[in-house]
């Protein structure tokens, strides 16, 4: 989106929610498909403790026909397998309705951002609530399979354990 590396971050003078989805809604040769990826990028990145989720990690592709869309996803991490990680005081890098502490985010502050992306806030709601009930399962069943296909190391079962946590932690924080 054409940022400069210092201003990556929403606390350093980068864009926030709003501002993306305004360039989203100005740029995007479909808007509402796109904005409401990108909004369910912020929840993935929420529901996963993705703390480095930034403006730079978002891009437009410039297609055929003058065609503008928002860029696939990458550099998608979650923070919850360092080996000494702390939840308490991890904090996203973009406010979500206001907020950039993990653990503080709840219902109000997905409304508030859904209504500065322009969304539905109570279909964002109800899909964010819809992911973090399924989030346990889906986890175990990835688990299961990497284990199948020889994929073992001890930070995919940390993770596995983490994310089965936050998934519970989300769905308190989200009533």
């Known amino acids: 989106m054409g940022l400069p590396p210092t201003k990556k971050y929403q606390s350093d003078g980068g864009p926030g929610v709003r501002e993306i989805a305004e360039l989203l809604t100005t740029f995007s040769t479909a808007p509402v498909e796109d904005i409401k990826t990108f909004v369910g990028t912020i929840a993935f990145n929420w529901l996963v403790a993705g703390t480095d989720a930034h403006a730079k990690n978002y891009a437009l592709l410039l297609g055929s026909e003058s065609r503008i869309r928002l860029a696939p996803l990458y550099d998608l991490a979650s923070a919850l397998p360092s080996p000494g990680m702390r939840p308490i005081g991890l904090k996203l890098a973009m406010k979500i309705g206001g907020e950039y502490g993990l653990r503080n985010i709840a219902a109000r502050h997905w409304r508030k951002l859904a209504v500065d992306a322009h969304q539905n806030p109570g279909e964002v709601l ?35 354990d983490r994310l089965i946590v936050r998934a519970k932690e989300c769905q308190h924080l989200l009533r």
């Open 126 to 160: 109800a899909n964010l609530r819809a992911t973090a009930e399924a989030m346990s399962d889906r986890v175990l069943t990835v688990q299961q399979r990497a284990r199948r296909e020889g994929l073992t190391h001890e930070i995919l079962d940390r993770l596995s």
